[in-house]
């Protein structure tokens, strides 16, 4: 079910008007999801190669945060934005324990919080975009190190 927001000054008062919370759309959902998948295959060769397990486990646990906001836009711009500069720094200080796979990830989170088209239709074209583009390279490499893992 819907979770309702009241509306209005008077909205803890008897009888005020309810509005439903506004979902996210499915790019900014599907991007979201992009930035969760994207880094899995290559963490896993990382911790199979010995690198330090919280450097690696935390951000991929801190990533599947966005996709159960889903439901309510606010927060789910809020923790797209709030994860993105965190995985950022995480990604850029973090180089040389392997962070660095993050870095896509921060950049869709960014790309998801202005992917709405019902709010702006052509921004968020091309914004859905550049998180395609974004998206590719580090999708190649995930699907080269799910196939090296596999043996293949």
């Given at each position: ?64 945060g966005p996709p159960f ?48 088209p019902r709010a702006h239709?052509?921004p968020a074209a091309v ?26």
């Open positions: 079910m819907a979770q309702t927001v009241p509306s209005g000054r008077g909205a803890a008062g008897g009888g005020a008007a309810l509005r439903r919370a506004r979902a996210v759309h499915p790019w900014q959902q599907r991007i979201a999801l992009a930035a969760l998948i994207i880094p899995v295959p290559p963490v896993v060769e990382m911790l199979g190669a010995g690198l330090p397990p919280f450097v690696l486990i935390a951000p991929v646990l801190l990533l599947a906001l889903r439901a309510h836009r606010a927060w789910f711009a809020t923790s797209c934005a709030a994860l993105a500069v965190l995985l950022l720094g995480w990604s850029l200080l973090g180089v040389a324990a392997g962070a660095w796979v993050f870095l896509p990830s921060a950049l869709l989170l960014l790309c998801a919080n202005f992917a709405d239709a052509t914004v859905t975009f550049a998180a395609v583009v974004i998206a590719v390279l580090p999708a190649v490499a995930s699907t080269a190190a799910a196939v090296h893992l596999l043996g293949g």
